[in-house]
């Protein structure tokens, strides 16, 4: 059973930034690519970045040059960085992935960000 656990959410000013960490139980080299995505109210669950194993990374057009994804291997998390946050990053945060040989993929509980004045 895979879990992932996210934290570093919280109310920010817009301009602020935010660090979430999505730990992975087990080991990260088990799963090719650890991604996160993000919820708003009434909305759908939308892509906001991803990195593999290798350390490729891809992001939303949305976050890019605001957000970075990286990982630290040896702690099994990969993080969020996020910069010059506006309004409408405001959303419950998810990590999700999909272990080698796995049928499914798994979520965390996911975080809240709300950036508001």
């Known amino acids: 059973q895979v879990q992932l656990v996210e934290s570093g959410g919280g109310l920010v000013q817009p301009g602020g930034s935010l660090r979430l960490s999505c730990v992975l139980s087990?080991?990260?080299?088990?799963?090719?690519?650890i991604g996160w995505y993000r919820q708003a109210r009434v909305k759908q669950r939308d892509f906001v970045a991803t990195?593999?194993?290798?350390?490729?990374?891809n992001y939303a057009d949305s976050v890019k040059g605001r957000f970075t994804i990286s990982r630290d291997n040896a702690r099994n998390t990969v993080y969020l960085q996020m910069n010059s946050l506006k309004p409408e990053d405001t959303a419950i945060y998810y990590c999700?992935?999909?272990?080698?040989?796995?049928?499914?993929?798994?979520w965390g509980q996911g975080t809240q960000v709300t950036v508001s004045s």
């Open positions: 087990g080991s990260i080299f088990f799963t090719p690519a």
């Open positions: 990195i593999t194993t290798g350390g490729v990374t």
């Open positions: 999700n992935t999909q272990p080698f040989g796995a049928s499914k993929d798994y």
